[in-house]
């Protein structure tokens, strides 16, 4: 964030942005599909697309071996899970591993597990990085700021969940 608040986008946050709305991306979307999913994935939709006009350039369209490259890195990116993906709510399996004495070891490789695919996302989105600066070339240091998406008409604030009402709630 700049000092008047805005936040800076450069070409990691394009990045973000692609694999944020890649349709492979279920990360911050419910098990059952809400309105609250629908917004998100509009907004992220929106935020993508309005950072590929700034940035010049269209990723879904990327033709090519490098582009080829590209979608699958994000792809193998996004693949990436833990033994808990999945689980909204892990209450009587954290209950079961706690009773059958099995709840250090499992949480230590699942710790381990967490912190190499970490590693593994930095370096995908290292990969993603070197191809898009090759595409971007004389454009690929450029900074846009929340006034440039906001001069295109792109809300860059995510939809809140304490908005919406989720089946769950009584």
């Known amino acids: ?29 419910g098990d059952q599909p ?5 917004d998100l994935r509009a907004y992220r939709m929106q935020l993508f697309d309005g950072l590929q006009t700034l940035f010049a350039v269209d990723l879904r369209r990327w033709s090519g071996t490098l582009g080829l490259l590209f ?5 193998s990116c996004l693949a990436a899970r833990t033994p808990w993906s999945g689980f909204s709510d892990a209450t009587l399996l954290i209950q079961e591993l706690e009773e059958s004495g099995l709840r250090h070891a499992v949480y230590q490789a699942s710790g381990e597990i967490t912190e190499l695919n970490g590693r593994a996302r930095a370096a995908h989105v290292t990969v993603l990085d ?12 450029l900074v846009f700021s929340s006034a440039d998406l906001r001069a295109w008409g792109i809300n860059e604030i995510p939809p809140n969940p304490a908005d919406y009402a989720f ?3 009584s």
């Open 1 to 29: 964030m700049d000092p008047t608040g805005d936040v800076q986008y450069d070409r990691r946050a394009l990045i973000e942005a692609y694999l944020a709305a890649h349709p492979d991306n279920a990360d911050g979307y």
């Open 71 to 75: 979608q699958s890195t994000a792809r």
């Open 167 to 169: 089946a769950f709630e």
């Open 130 to 141: 070197t191809l898009l600066c090759h595409l971007l070339g004389e454009r690929s240091g």
């Open 34 to 38: 809400s309105a609250y999913d629908a």
